[in-house]
């Protein structure tokens, strides 16, 4: 398939190869360079234009309408340049390249980057695509930095980069010849029996721009590329001595070699890439390529990662122990973590991952006071993303959402999404709307009577409307309590849903989901609630991650339903009168057990702080079965109480495949520190789940 191709820089070494393959590909393209044109085809347009002023950018766009845009014009770190200070680099690799993606971004054109393989920085094993980049020295730091604004600015419009390995062509081998030339004429070196390096020849690199040009869909991802053979630097020696330029030939030893490697480790980075580039060069996986070339062979492509360093994320509630979760996993991302803490026996506190641990005012029972103090440190501390632990927190967050914005992205959803999510009783009317299976619910409740005269079959269940845990969970089965209780309730904890009881002997689940922006999904991980407590109806105490895409796909379904964005989890019960896997609730905050998810595979923190910053959420298609977690507090508690305490399956004994939600043998501190509030707060927890 043929298309319209803007390409940039199409006067260089790279960009004339390129139009004229296109062009002998039956493409149309009009060639972008303020150097003159540098081939003639009736397929060919050269336009003049100065990529670094946005303006004239904008007019191009405008003026010449494609539907692909192949970007290769850059600053290159050769030898006939006389600058090559960062601030140039920064110009003409970065500001250029900007002023074309946004371009693209705004017409909804895709876009192929031409990268290199020195964004890896110094080697220190195999490189593949999912290899941290750590570049070095202006011009593979400067070629990263417009990947990630790239990775930013395209959204949803399909982008691919091509990280490309040294590129040379038959008149010009410069880049493999340094690696065993002297500079002195004609003196090379060998080292050992020789190094293979893996380079890429100009043909290749225009196969694979017209490869990418004729998909009838643009292909999307990062893919490294490099020749399939690899140049050993003895060959090339013994073959350039036969041809006449190596006259002589200079043996090192290889233990020299790796001598000179170990003191390289003490010398400046820069110095340091060069030994390495020489002595230790990349070894490129190739299998990528290799997908690329055969039309993807079934396999999907791996978007680059957005690079988290230095990303300020503020942790609310430090005492929650879903930060346990996410702290490891933040700090892990790079990213600059503050915890905000009522007590320094909070976890967020305790834990050794924060870079700043904060011990501010915080009261669930005034939550205006709560939310100023929040509003004060976020107006002081310059973060770029607010996570909220608990409900409470979320509320918070969701209902001030737009005077929290300015100066952090709250990862919560707007006040439309988060209430249906957060109100039980308007979840069950999501469910019906989206045909996802719920209990029989009667709406809108406000006496026994009226319950009586629906005529809801004992016994049936009634808890708060908005809650969380098992507190104000009761169930129903006869007409006398009912009325003992229904009453209190209503004036303990608001509005209760009544819902038809389903047995508790059926399997209870959780569904973790993130839908990015546009409602996308993004991951969904499924685990059972093994064991809760308490023991007739609470919060688990032992999870196990298991596959039931016919839950994630009710769950994805419900969220996207309420217009939900982020992370959502959703709980169900399999009823076992039917074997139907009914919602019960979502929570609109991360659970405590998201634990399991991270330890099965699936990075929950990394698609918050992608989603906040406005980057493309890493998809997460698969995760880990039989992974385990234990909340052994708890998990304790329903030892001790439960009559099936020998019989449970699996074992209470079993600690295969096992974490905890607390202890961390890296982190252990806030273990001690929790289990002291623990004791503290038991009593008020259990007074507040009484039946």
């Given at each position: 398939?043929?298309?319209?191709?803007?390409?940039?820089?199409?006067?260089?070494?790279?960009?004339?190869?390129?139009?004229?393959?296109?062009?002998?590909?039956?493409?149309?393209v009009i060639g972008v360079d303020v150097a003159e044109a540098k081939i003639?085809?009736?397929?060919?347009?050269?336009?003049?234009?100065?990529?670094?002023?946005?303006?004239?950018?904008?007019?191009?766009?405008?003026?010449?309408?494609?539907?692909?845009?192949?970007?290769?014009?850059?600053?290159?770190?050769?030898?006939?340049?006389?600058?090559?200070?960062?601030?140039?680099?920064?110009?003409?690799?970065?500001?250029?390249?900007?002023?074309?993606?946004?371009?693209?971004?705004?017409?909804?054109?895709?876009?192929?980057?031409?990268?290199?393989?020195?964004?890896?920085?110094?080697?220190?094993?195999?490189?593949?695509?999912?290899?941290?980049?750590?570049?070095?020295?202006?011009?593979?730091?400067?070629?990263?930095?417009?990947?990630?604004?790239?990775?930013?600015?395209?959204?949803?419009?399909?982008?691919?980069?091509?990280?490309?390995?040294?590129?040379?062509?038959?008149?010009?081998?410069?880049?493999?010849?340094?690696?065993?030339?002297?500079?002195?004429?004609?003196?090379?070196?060998?080292?050992?029996?020789?190094?293979?390096?893996?380079?890429?020849?100009?043909?290749?690199?225009?196969?694979?721009?017209?490869?990418?040009?004729?998909?009838?869909?643009?292909?999307?991802?990062?893919?490294?590329?490099?020749?399939?053979?690899?140049?050993?630097?003895?060959?090339?020696?013994?073959?350039?001595?036969?041809?006449?330029?190596?006259?002589?030939?200079?043996?090192?030893?290889?233990?020299?070699?790796?001598?000179?490697?170990?003191?390289?480790?003490?010398?400046?980075?820069?110095?340091?890439?060069?030994?390495?580039?020489?002595?230790?060069?990349?070894?490129?996986?190739?299998?990528?390529?290799?997908?690329?070339?055969?039309?993807?062979?079934?396999?999907?492509?791996?978007?680059?990662?957005?690079?988290?360093?230095?990303?300020?994320?503020?942790?609310?509630?430090?005492?929650?122990?879903?930060?346990?979760?996410?702290?490891?996993?933040?700090?892990?991302?790079?990213?600059?973590?503050?915890?905000?803490?009522?007590?320094?026996?909070?976890?967020?506190?305790?834990?050794?991952?924060?870079?700043?641990?904060?011990?501010?005012?915080?009261?669930?029972?005034?939550?205006?006071?709560?939310?100023?103090?929040?509003?004060?440190?976020?107006?002081?501390?310059?973060?770029?993303?607010?996570?909220?632990?608990?409900?409470?927190?979320?509320?918070?967050?969701?209902?001030?959402?737009?005077?929290?914005?300015?100066?952090?992205?709250?990862?919560v959803n707007p006040p439309e999404a988060f209430n249906r999510a957060a109100d039980k009783q308007e979840t069950m009317k999501?469910?019906?709307?989206?045909?996802?299976?719920?209990?029989?619910?009667?709406?809108?409740?406000?006496?026994?009577?009226?319950?009586?005269?629906?005529?809801?079959?004992?016994?049936?269940?009634?808890?708060?409307?908005?809650?969380?845990?098992?507190?104000?969970?009761?169930?129903?089965?006869?007409?006398?309590?009912?009325?003992?209780?229904?009453?209190?309730?209503?004036?303990?904890?608001?509005?209760?849903?009544?819902?038809?009881?389903?047995?508790?002997?059926?399997?209870?689940?959780?569904?973790?989901?993130?839908?990015?922006?546009?409602?996308?999904?993004?991951?969904?991980?499924?685990?059972?609630?093994?064991?809760?407590?308490?023991?007739?109806?609470?919060?688990?105490?032992?999870?196990?991650?298991?596959?039931?895409?016919?839950?994630?796909?009710?769950?994805?379904?419900?969220?996207?339903?309420?217009?939900?964005?982020?992370?959502?989890?959703?709980?169900?019960?399999?009823?076992?009168?039917?074997?139907?896997?009914?919602?019960?609730?979502?929570?609109?905050?991360?659970?405590?057990?998201?634990?399991?998810?991270?330890?099965?595979?699936?990075?929950?923190?990394?698609?918050?702080?992608?989603?906040?910053?406005?980057?493309?959420?890493?998809?997460?298609?698969?995760?880990?079965?039989?992974?385990?977690?234990?909340?052994?507090?708890?998990?304790?508690?329903?030892?001790?109480?439960?009559?099936?305490?020998?019989?449970?399956?699996?074992?209470?004994?079993?600690?295969?495949?096992?974490?905890?939600?607390?202890?961390?043998?890296?982190?252990?501190?806030?273990?001690?520190?929790?289990?002291?509030?623990?004791?503290?707060?038991?009593?008020?927890?259990?007074?507040?789940?009484?039946?």
């Open positions: 398939m043929t298309h319209r191709i803007l390409l940039t820089g199409a006067s260089g070494m790279l960009g004339s190869r390129a139009a004229l393959a296109l062009c002998e590909a039956g493409h149309t003639e085809h009736d397929n060919y347009t050269h336009v003049s234009c100065d990529l670094l002023d946005p303006a004239a950018v904008e007019a191009l766009f405008d003026a010449h309408p494609a539907d692909r845009v192949i970007h290769l014009a850059a600053l290159a770190h050769v030898t006939n340049e006389t600058d090559l200070s960062w601030s140039r680099y920064f110009r003409m690799n970065v500001l250029i390249s900007q002023h074309v993606f946004e371009n693209a971004a705004r017409l909804g054109i895709p876009v192929f980057f031409s990268s290199t393989v020195d964004v890896y920085g110094i080697p220190v094993g195999p490189i593949n695509e999912a290899t941290p980049p750590a570049p070095v020295g202006g011009y593979a730091r400067s070629k990263y930095e417009a990947e990630q604004r790239l990775a930013k600015l395209m959204g949803d419009t399909p982008y691919f980069i091509a990280r490309f390995a040294p590129v040379y062509t038959d008149e010009d081998r410069h880049d493999i010849r340094k690696r065993y030339y002297l500079k002195y004429p004609k003196l090379a070196f060998v080292v050992g029996k020789g190094i293979d390096y893996a380079f890429l020849g100009i043909d290749r690199v225009t196969d694979a721009l017209c490869e990418w040009a004729s998909r009838e869909e643009a292909p999307r991802g990062l893919v490294n590329f490099r020749d399939d053979l690899l140049f050993n630097s003895r060959t090339q020696v013994k073959a350039e001595k036969a041809e006449g330029r190596a006259k002589v030939a200079l043996p090192i030893p290889g233990w020299a070699g790796r001598c000179a490697l170990l003191a390289s480790k003490l010398c400046p980075k820069g110095l340091r890439l060069n030994v390495n580039k020489i002595l230790n060069p990349y070894r490129i996986d190739n299998t990528a390529q290799r997908w690329f070339f055969k039309g993807r062979d079934g396999k999907p492509y791996r978007l680059p990662p957005a690079d988290l360093r230095g990303v300020r994320v503020l942790l609310l509630e430090g005492f929650a122990r879903q930060n346990m979760a996410l702290m490891p996993a933040l700090k892990k991302l790079g990213c600059h973590l503050t915890t905000y803490n009522a007590s320094k026996l909070d976890v967020g506190y305790a834990s050794k991952y924060p870079d700043v641990k904060l011990v501010k005012f915080w009261d669930r029972e005034d939550a205006v006071a709560s939310f100023a103090a929040v509003m004060e440190v976020l107006k002081e501390g310059h973060y770029d993303v607010v996570i909220p632990m608990t409900d409470f927190s979320a509320t918070l967050l969701s209902r001030h959402i737009d005077e929290v914005r300015p100066y952090a992205w709250p990862a999501a469910c019906e709307e989206a045909g996802v299976p719920c209990p029989h619910t009667l709406y809108d409740m406000a006496s026994a009577d009226d319950i009586l005269a629906a005529g809801m079959p004992f016994p049936f269940i009634i808890k708060p409307r908005v809650g969380y845990g098992s507190i104000g969970f009761h169930v129903i089965r006869d007409e006398a309590q009912l009325r003992e209780v229904f009453g209190r309730a209503v004036e303990r904890f608001g509005p209760m849903v009544v819902q038809d009881y389903v047995p508790q002997t059926g399997t209870q689940y959780k569904c973790e989901v993130f839908l990015d922006a546009d409602g996308e999904p993004k991951s969904a991980c499924v685990f059972d609630k093994t064991r809760w407590y308490p023991v007739d109806g609470g919060s688990t105490c032992c999870s196990t991650s298991v596959h039931r895409p016919d839950i994630a796909a009710d769950s994805i379904k419900l969220l996207q339903t309420i217009g939900w964005r982020g992370y959502g989890d959703v709980d169900l019960i399999e009823d076992p009168r039917d074997g139907v896997c009914r919602v019960m609730e979502i929570n609109p905050r991360i659970t405590a057990s998201v634990k399991v998810c991270f330890a099965a595979g699936v990075d929950f923190a990394r698609q918050v702080v992608e989603l906040g910053m406005g980057y493309p959420v890493t998809e997460y298609q698969d995760y880990r079965e039989g992974v385990r977690l234990r909340y052994m507090h708890t998990d304790l508690l329903w030892f001790l109480q439960s009559p099936n305490r020998f019989r449970a399956r699996p074992s209470w004994f079993d600690f295969r495949h096992t974490t905890d939600q607390i202890f961390n043998p890296r982190d252990p501190w806030p273990w001690f520190t929790y289990t002291i509030q623990g004791f503290r707060k038991r009593k008020s927890e259990m007074e507040k789940r009484k039946r």
